[in-house]
Each structure stands twice: as C-alpha cells, then as structure tokens.
Nanobody, 121 residues
Framework: QVQLVESGGGLVQAGGSLRLSCAAS????????MGWYRQAPGKQRELVAT???????NYADSVKGRFTISRDNAKNTVYLQMNSLKPEDTAVYYC???????????????WGQGTLVTVSS
C-alpha cells in the first residue's frame, strides 16, 4: 500500500505565500515523476508543476515565476513553494506521484487526498 499525504494548505491574502508538502509512504521501491495538480470549483483538474527524480521541472504558464517545485528523494517528499499568490490560485491542490512498489512491478500513479488553498483578495 502506498499513501500520499499533503499538508500546508490554508487561507492567505493575495500577495502572500504558502508552502505545500506531500510525503509518500508505504511499500515504495522507486519514485519517478512527482507533481502538483489543482482543481478550482467548477473547473477541471489542471497541472501545476512536475519534477523528475533527477530534478527536471515543468510548470504551468500561469504559475511560472511564482511557484517553485522541489523534492527530497531521501524523504520521498515533494514541495510546492507558492509566492505572490492570487485569488485565481484558489483551489484544492493534489499531490501526484508515479511509484514502483517493487523492482518487478511497473510504475503506477498515486494521488493524495488534496489540500485546500484559499487566496483572499
């Protein structure tokens, strides 16, 4: 069993900052890509940022220059530093990771339960 647990969401004023964390635990042999997605009310879930095990990153255009994704491979944890937050960043943020539970199995995608970020104007 694999579990992803997010933390760090909350209420912040526009222009403020938050840092999200997501820790993977359980039967883990290897983790490939880790990432953050978000879903605003009435909208589809969208990519925010991803990071490979080697540290290569990818960002949605809407967050470039404001958000930074990072990971600690030793702790199986991915972070999302969010600066200069805007009301349109309000959403439930979900952690995502491609995890191999043993060297005999393929990578499977796992999701966290989500953490709410609310940015007030």
């Amino acid at each position: 069993q694999v579990q992803l647990v997010e933390s760090g969401g909350g209420l912040v004023q526009a222009g403020g900052s938050l840092r999200l964390s997501c820790a993977a635990s359980g039967s883990i042999f290897s983790i490939d890509i880790m990432g953050w997605y978000r879903q605003a009310p009435g909208k589809q879930r969208e990519l925010v940022a991803t990071i490979t095990s080697g540290g290569n990153t990818n960002y949605a255009d809407s967050v470039k220059g404001r958000f930074t994704i990072s990971r600690d491979n030793a702790k199986n944890t991915v972070y999302l530093q969010m600066n200069s937050l805007k009301p349109e960043d309000t959403a439930v943020y979900y952690c995502n990771a491609r995890i191999q539970t043993t060297r005999f199995f393929t990578y499977l995608t796992h999701w966290g339960q989500g953490t709410l970020v609310t940015v007030s104007s």
